[in-house]
């Protein structure tokens, strides 16, 4: 299975923005879909946002408008843009990638977001 690891999170204030980034450790380009995902405290995992093969995204309602996922297959990363974040939004955020020999997860990044 592909190997991802997470980075980017870290502490912000609210309105503040992060960018998370998912290094996976083979070429990503027959990945069906990349997804990243968060689970806070006391609380189920979550989907946050969805990029596929072909490049088309999804996202979770509670992230419209304010994070953008994106893929770079050449350096094998998927992104995370996190603007106007909320202090709801404190998690631990994972990457996972989906394909052929199933879903791979990484450990997770933590981010946090000061009221």
């Known amino acids: 299975q592909v190997q991802l690891v997470e980075s980017g999170g870290g502490l912000v204030q609210a309105g503040g923005s992060l960018r998370l980034s998912c290094a996976a450790s083979?070429?990503?380009?027959?990945?069906?879909?990349m997804n990243w995902y968060r689970q806070a405290p006391g609380k189920q995992r979550e989907l946050v946002a969805v990029?596929?093969?072909?490049?088309?995204?999804n996202y979770a309602d509670f992230v419209k408008g304010r994070f953008t996922i994106s893929r770079d297959n050449a350096k094998n990363r998927v992104n995370l843009q996190m603007n106007s974040l909320k202090p709801e939004d404190t998690a631990v955020y994972y990457c996972?990638?989906?394909?052929?020999?199933?879903?791979?997860w990484g450990q997770g990044t933590q981010v946090t977001v000061s009221s």
């Open positions: 996972a990638a989906f394909g052929q020999r199933g879903a791979s």
């Open positions: 083979e070429n990503i380009f027959s990945m069906n879909a």
């Open positions: 990029i596929t093969s072909g490049g088309n995204t």
